[in-house]
């Protein structure tokens, strides 16, 4: 049996993207629930209650984060939604917005009514060119019919929602950077306090959420709060969208209940359906660029031995040394003839070009470690560099203004920790590492099991 | 001298009425890429201080701006660009295989445009298209899922559109 | 004594103070004083939003306040952080704080070009007192220096773009002393440079203040005649009846000998601007004529003419002689590159022994200002 699906359930239903499919599908429900017999109090207890976590990467709970919106007499609040989806491995909010636009316009109409912002933005990066046009239309429909404009369904709330087209820069899917450049400015993450909830987009309390995120308040209203949080299990309520790509067999986008196992979710037909070639599995990056790559034995079980399963408490047990994160759903694979070294650069890189530059290590160290990274990866590494690279990513992490420094320093830090054998075997062989790869090495060795 | 079209700024004026007054820099972002589709796919000094015009900004506010964001183009490029993504993802499915591959065919390195004008060849970071690697942009859209033969296909096509075009 | 605002208690690195609320960790250890107050490369007080992005003035928070004494999670960049009442707070005793801090100042410097011997700022540069105190002997950066496109902002100022920190001090100041801002931060990441875009100069009438605010020697001043050794010079307060409005008038001459060499406002302990000056003041007036003569300035807490940095060093044979008395000068001494500014031809990098002033002899004080 498959996981329930919340989002994606009427995703194939043949003009899906259409209002009048969508609506015969039963979509805008939760419009008419929420305006007509809630307040937007009671929306907020319900997205409490359902244990919704941002989707965005952080995973803070989204109700809460609601609540702490400010609301001062005469200020106007607003929501954004967070489209800004650039960290590699993630791809999860394009699918929900290019195949059921709607239902993120619904989303954020419930979710614009509980925080009661009366212009709403979607902020979504500017290489998804055509996706504002499918999301523009989608709008026009919604108002065309009565969702969107003055005087909602004749409750009084009138709602517009924007779509604010970014022009190419990851740190913007940092919220604080969202809103500057959202008011026209240079990506720089702004430093906290004040906060978005406080002193947002124009001075105005501001909330931000991912798409995701903002998706799932349809379900949660619909059904209900309690309801959803009997999906999954602990802390990990909900379904979860995750986009896998690598050596897979069907990369693509799926939508799980956070209760199967990393090992189901790889090799099982109804998602990844496996490694193509009949290769191994050398290592994963289960949940976006950012967050730590565990070599085959630790991600298909903890240190403890036991069954990791596919949500945020059992991705993260074992804390950074042992285990990684759930982020933002990126599930990135990597077969048995992968260069961690490589991989490891090319993320560097990444982040070296995305950084704002704002702030001194992270400005400095991601193109330092990026250079470091290049020589070991080209042969001209010594094995000094490899100690050097960990002190680097040491020195930038927790000490920049935004998260953009953990992130470059994190991928860093988790190659070292857990491939240095294969680093040390391209400083010491600088001749064959251009023609060949360490292969799986012992990365897939059962774990000795340390008891708890 | 340049300038938008009366339609063009009709767009820009909707573009502005998003925000609250007074909050015309907001529409920067989107009135570049406007400027930049209108005034032959790239940001000249000239059509930045149009823009910083229009929006009642001081030039220098507009460079920071332009030259903040990948997606500006602040050099003349070819009319067709292939921006193909290097990182992590796209890397595991064969991305440098097919950036050397354009290489050779075109002629080009990383950053250059053909003789003819036709083509640029850019190496991008990751865009949201890892499940469909290796995949490039070109223009408004994605290709995804390529090969030599597709990217063979591609140049083709491009080369028919300019036929047809001209 | 209701109606009394109350005070907040702070500690820091074990002393106690009490402050309004609303001050900064910065403000509150400065007031403290002495080496508790943390390094500040970004953060200037009269410039509003300046702060939080060089990260040397990190410190740890080991108590967040009496209500709530839980620690900081992360150090918190303390220019931008407000004390809470019953805060602790660790600065120097920080081990933590320490190796934070000499982390932040190698990555400031592994793209700096080390030009000291041949750099307007030498003396009275705020990245060269941090790396005494927090460098580390040689660098471990084996790659090719950062460099730049060169940029003429105008008759005025030089800008030497390798030697920036981008700490956006110099674009506040634009932006909130003059009407029209034509320098900004292009460009972002390790490439973010300051620039015009245009080749523009910077003429208004109050452009001269961010040579004073750059903490380094990125930007100094073109019509300064005699370049690179301000241990020479004499400083001297003064002030003259400005007729602008905004200009304070008040001044430091820098003599040597009879002559003024260069006009820079006053600056406060902590190397901050006093009061803003005009360009006419800083550019046109260098004759003593000019000018209502106070007396000495005090030498600030932050230059190493005061701290006597340059002892026991391969002496640069000239008058550097009167002011040491301290430590080694590694930076002045370790210089591994092409100079950018002023002798492009000769190359630093084909010297077998450290660079000193002496190779740059035959261009003394005749230097041109161009
Ligand atoms: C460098 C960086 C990039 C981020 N990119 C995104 C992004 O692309 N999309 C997103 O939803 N959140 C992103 N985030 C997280 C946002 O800052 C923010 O936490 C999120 O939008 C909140 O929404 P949520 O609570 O619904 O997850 C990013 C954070 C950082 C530090
Ligand atoms: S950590 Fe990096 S991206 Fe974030 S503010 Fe600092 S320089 Fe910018
Ligand atoms: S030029 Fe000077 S003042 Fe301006 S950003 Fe650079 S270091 Fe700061
Ligand atoms: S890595 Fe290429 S699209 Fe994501
Ligand atoms: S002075 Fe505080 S971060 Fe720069």
């Known amino acids: ?452 | 001298m340049i300038k938008f079209s009366d339609e063009k700024l009709k767009k820009v004026d909707e573009i502005v009425a998003r925000y609250p007054q007074g909050k015309q820099k907001s529409a920067l972002l989107p009135v570049l890429h406007l400027a930049q589709e209108e005034f032959g796919g790239w940001l000249s000094t000239e059509a930045m201080d149009y823009v910083a015009s229009l929006l009642k900004l001081e030039p220098i506010e507009v460079y920071e701006v332009a030259t903040f964001y990948s997606m500006y183009n602040l050099k003349p490029v070819g009319r067709y660009m292939f921006e193909v993504c290097q990182t992590g993802p796209c890397m595991l499915r064969g991305s440098d295989q097919i950036i050397d591959y354009i290489k050779q065919k075109l002629n080009i390195g990383i950053g250059e445009t053909t003789p003819d004008g036709l083509f640029t060849l850019k190496t991008v970071e990751c865009l949201g298209a890892c499940g469909y690697a290796p995949m490039m942009q070109l223009g408004k859209h994605f290709r995804e899922h390529l090969t030599p033969e597709k990217v063979d296909a591609i140049i083709e096509e491009c080369r028919r559109n300019t036929a047809a075009n001209n | ?370």
């Open chain 3, 1 to 370: 004594m209701a109606d009394e605002k109350k005070l907040f208690k702070v500690t820091i690195d074990n002393i106690t103070i009490e402050v309004e609320p609303g001050t900064s960790i910065l403000q509150a250890a400065r007031k403290i004083g002495g080496d508790v107050a943390p390094p500040a490369m970004c953060y200037y007080t009269k410039l509003k939003g300046s702060g939080g992005k060089c990260r040397t003035c990190l410190v740890e928070v080991a108590s967040g306040s009496t209500a709530d004494p839980r620690p900081m999670p992360k150090l918190v960049a303390s220019c931008r952080t407000n004390v809470m009442d019953g805060m602790v707070v660790k600065n120097i005793t920080s081990e933590k704080v320490i190796d934070a801090r000499n982390g932040v100042v190698e990555m400031l410097l592994i793209n700096h070009p080390l030009d000291c011997p041949i750099c307007d700022q030498a003396g009275e540069c705020h990245l060269q007192d941090l790396s005494y105190e927090h460098g580390k002997e040689g660098t471990r950066y084996e790659f090719e220096r950062r460099t730049f496109k060169k940029h003429d902002l105008g008759p005025y100022i030089q800008l030497h773009m390798t030697r920036c920190i981008l700490c956006y001090r110099c674009v506040f100041t634009a932006d909130q002393l003059t009407e029209k801002r034509v320098h900004g931060v292009l460009d972002r990441g390790d490439h973010s440079e300051i620039a015009t875009y245009i080749e523009k100069s910077l003429e208004n009438d109050f452009i001269g203040n961010i040579i004073d605010v750059c903490p380094v020697g990125a930007l100094t001043d073109k019509t300064f005649r005699f370049k690179n050794r301000v241990w020479f010079l004499n400083p001297v307060d003064a002030h003259r009846d400005c007729s602008h409005p905004k200009c304070s008038g008040k001044v430091t001459l820098w003599y040597r000998g009879e002559e003024v060499f260069r006009v820079t406002a006053r600056k406060d302990q902590w190397g901050e601007v006093e009061d803003w000056i005009c360009n006419e003041c800083r550019f046109e007036k260098k004759a003593t004529a000019d000018w209502t003569i106070e007396g000495p300035t005090k030498v600030n807490r932050h230059s190493v003419i005061s701290q006597g940095h340059y002892v026991g060093v391969v002496r640069p044979q000239e008058a550097l002689y009167d002011v040491m008395g301290g430590r080694a000068p590694r930076l002045l001494m370790d210089i591994h590159d092409v100079s950018e500014v002023n002798r492009p031809e000769i190359d630093l990098s084909k010297l077998e022994r450290p660079a000193h002033s002496t190779d740059f002899e035959s261009n003394g004080a005749d230097r041109p200002t161009k």
């Open chain 1, 1 to 452: 049996m498959g996981s329930r699906k919340l989002l994606l359930e009427k995703a194939h239903v043949p003009g899906i993207r259409g209002y009048d499919v969508y609506r015969r599908e039963g979509g805008y429900r939760s419009v008419e629930k929420a305006l007509k017999t809630m307040s937007p109090d009671q929306v907020t207890e319900e997205v409490k209650k359902s244990g919704l976590r941002g989707r965005g990467g952080a995973g803070f709970p989204t109700g809460m984060k609601w609540s702490f919106l400010a609301k001062p007499e005469g200020v106007p609040r607003y929501l954004v939604c967070n489209a800004d989806e650039s960290e590699p491995g993630t791809f999860k909010d394009r699918y929900l917005m290019e195949f059921l636009p709607h239902l993120l316009i619904e989303g954020l109409i419930v979710s614009s009514f509980a925080l009661g912002s009366k212009s709403t933005y979607i902020y979504i990066r500017g290489e998804y060119a055509w996706i504002p046009d499918i999301l523009e239309q989608a709008i026009a429909e919604a108002k065309n019919n009565g969702w969107l404009g003055k005087n909602i369904l004749g409750t009084g709330f009138d709602c517009e929602i924007y779509v604010h087209r970014g022009a190419g820069a990851y740190i913007c899917g940092e919220e604080t950077a969202l809103i500057e450049s959202l008011e026209g400015k240079r990506g720089n993450p702004r430093i906290k306090p004040p906060f978005p909830a406080v002193k947002g987009v124009w001075d105005c309390p501001t909330v931000v959420n991912n798409v995701e995120t903002l998706a799932a308040v349809v379900p949660i209203i619909n059904e209900g709060g309690e309801a959803y949080s009997k999906i999954g299990v602990g802390k990990s309520t909900g379904t979860k969208l995750l986009s896998a790509c690598g050596n897979i067999n069907k990369p693509g986008v799926y939508e799980i209940d956070m209760t199967i196992s990393v090992e189901e979710f790889i090799f099982s037909d109804e998602y990844c359906g496996g490694i193509p070639n009949g290769k191994r599995l050398k290592a994963c990056i289960p949940g976006g660029s950012s967050v730590p790559i565990l070599p085959a034995n630790l991600l298909l079980k903890t240190a403890k031995g036991e069954t990791r399963i596919m949500n945020y408490e059992s991705l993260s047990d074992g804390g950074f040394a042992k285990g990684s994160m759930m982020g933002s759903g990126g599930f990135i694979v990597l077969d048995e003839d992968q260069c961690v070294v490589r991989n490891t650069l090319t993320l560097a890189r990444f982040y070296r070009h995305e950084s704002c530059g704002q702030c001194s290590p992270c400005r400095e160290g991601t193109g330092w470690m990026e250079k470091i990274l290049k020589n070991i990866e080209y042969g001209k590494g010594k094995s000094s560099d490899i100690d050097l690279l960990w002190d680097i990513q040491r020195k930038i992490e927790g000490n920049t203004i935004c998260p953009l420094g953990d992130a470059a320093a994190w991928p860093v830090a988790a190659a070292i920790r857990h491939f240095r054998d294969e680093f040390e075997w391209h400083v010491a062989n600088p001749i064959a590492s251009q023609n060949r790869n360490f292969g799986l090495a012992h990365y897939a060795d059962p774990l000795e099991v340390v008891p708890a």
